[in-house]
């Protein structure tokens, strides 16, 4: 069986949507089931306005058909409410094929941190995309709650898993022997970054990524180091050198740096909103309060190994 994923979220890009679908894809063969996709890099692109980092693909209706009678696939997926979602999604209306959808991130609340649009007009937009699915994938029952009573309809759990042979514990201390606060992912102002960096805590803060807002965070917060993004092995020793892994977003779906962090022994930091509030189920392995400085310090006090099971 061949499954055609539809994103405007891959490569070069560093974040939870590109790592849930490549690893998506690995894991997908084993099962029987090849995955392909269609991505900005197949296209030209241009920059997204407030966040070039992230291309947007000038695809045509005819290029994306161009693509379906390539790769013949037995099912659609679309990860995203992009140029290439909206495309792929008229294309399997028109053609009366079903298909599946994700909703990964809230854009509404992306959108209102940079614009003066209206939160409404946003998840009218995004209503409107999903329902028309056979069926839109959520991580958490806290966001399939939420969504539902906003008016989403058919609403599925598909949760999250991370690779636990590459996110482990090690001897490492990559930042030294006093007490690593860890930041993990984009620098961006949706984030709450400034949560945390403007937090009183002992030792030193490490923000892993890379993102719009860097340097102007970089010059505000001298004192905290930002190492830029990290892959793989490299990414694994980041996480392990860490006492504490600090989540301040409040805007997050589920947050699959929490799962890297507490598979690296690492407790976890958050704020007691969706994605937090699912996966740190367990009070062994991390800390949620609307005070972020008493969960981190709170955190710093809980037990590795816990965090690990």
């Known amino acids: 069986m061949k499954v055609l994923v539809a994103t405007d979220a891959w490569h ?37 306005p407030t966040y070039p980092e992230i291309r947007l693909a000038l ?21 995203t409410e992009g140029p290439l979602g909206f495309l792929m999604r ?18 509404p609340d992306y959108v ?11 998840y009218a937009l995004q209503r409107r995309f999903h329902n028309s699915a056979a ?12 969504l539902g009573a906003r008016g989403f309809n058919r609403l599925m759990l598909w949760s999250r898993g991370v690779d636990t042979e590459l996110f482990r514990p090690r001897r490492t201390r990559e930042f ?3 007490p690593v606060f860890l930041y993990v992912g984009r620098i961006a102002v949706e984030k709450n970054i400034e949560a945390f960096l403007q937090l009183d805590l002992p030792g030193k803060k490490v923000l892993v990524g890379s993102g719009p807002q860097s340097a102007e965070l970089a010059r505000k917060y001298p004192d905290a180091l930002f190492t830029g993004a990290k892959q793989g092995e490299e990414l694994a020793r980041a996480y392990a050198s860490a ?22 022994g690492v407790p976890v930091a958050a704020f007691p909103v969706s994605g ?13 309060s609307h005070d972020l400085k008493a969960a981190a310090l709170a955190a710093l006090e809980l037990d590795r190994e816990a965090a690990r099971n």
């Not at 290029?63 to 099912?75: G, L, T, W, Y």
């Open 135 to 146: 069926g839109t994938f959520v991580a958490t029952r806290s966001l399939e709650k939420e």
């Open 243 to 264: 006492d504490v892994f600090v989540f301040p977003s409040l805007t997050d779906t589920f947050g699959l740096v929490l799962l890297e962090a507490l598979a690296s």
């Open 12 to 48: 070069p890009q560093v974040n939870g949507v590109v790592r849930t679908y490549e690893r998506l894809a690995q894991e997908a063969g084993p099962l029987g089931f090849e995955v392909s996709f269609i991505a900005p890099s197949q296209f030209r692109t241009v920059p997204l």
């Open 176 to 178: 030294g022997d006093d």
């Open 112 to 122: 209102r941190a940079r614009l003066p649009v209206p939160e409404s007009w946003c």
């Open 90 to 107: 008229s294309y399997c209306r028109k053609h009366g094929l079903p298909f599946t959808t994700s909703y990964h991130t809230r854009f």
């Open 276 to 288: 937090p509030l699912d996966v740190i189920t367990d009070p062994s392995a991390g800390a949620l």
């Open 59 to 79: 695809a045509t209706p005819r290029a994306i058909a161009r693509v379906v009678e390539r790769e013949r696939p037995d099912f659609f997926h679309i990860a």
